[in-house]
């Protein structure tokens, strides 16, 4: 309210939690969410269903557009771009963040999106909110110059190193 956003960038969206808060909360304005994993992905779309303001991408967001794999970890919201590390996860979080399965996504950069979506929506106060499992960097990184026009920026770090080369 205070930046007067009048659109939310969520990338990994998960099935949408960020968003219905948003929403929960009184955010009217235009949401887009990115999230490449199938099972929470259709959650998402589920729960962004009727809302016309609410844009859902199933893509993953990082520095480069191009095809790559994406680790799906045995506990979802651990899935990620990025190999789990065993450096400093310790058992509990090893169980979880673990491959179960690996799939072939494509991916996007902020600008690129940026650029699609102001030209469709024609935001002014964009708001950019990372929650990607170690790929926050690289998602900042392709941003570029694209950065400077949000009008703020959160992002959900680790203490522990989770995925390797983060």
């Known amino acids: 309210k205070h930046f007067d956003v009048d659109c939310v ?6 099935e949408g939690q960020y968003g219905q808060m948003l929403r929960r909360v009184g955010y009217r304005g235009h949401i887009i969410s990115f999230e490449p994993v199938p099972r929470a992905l259709e959650k998402l779309r589920n729960n962004a269903r ?6 859902v991408e199933p893509i993953a967001l990082d520095s480069v557009a191009r095809e790559t794999t994406f680790n799906i970890m045995a506990v979802d ?3 990620s771009l990025n190999e789990p590390s065993r450096d400093e996860a310790g058992d509990l979080l090893a169980k979880k963040n673990t491959v179960a399965t690996k799939l072939t996504v494509q991916t996007a950069t902020v600008t690129q999106m940026y650029d699609k979506y102001r030209e469709q929506l024609h935001f002014e106060r964009p708001y950019l909110k990372m929650d990607t499992q170690g790929s926050d960097l690289a998602i900042a990184e392709g941003a570029g110059e694209t950065l400077k026009s949000f009008v703020g920026i ?13």
């Open 50 to 55: 009727g809302d016309s303001k609410w844009h």
């Open 77 to 79: 919201q651990f899935s």
């Open 9 to 14: 960038f969520d990338v990994g969206a998960n």
């Open 154 to 166: 959160q992002s959900e770090l680790s203490i522990k190193r989770l995925y390797k080369g983060t």
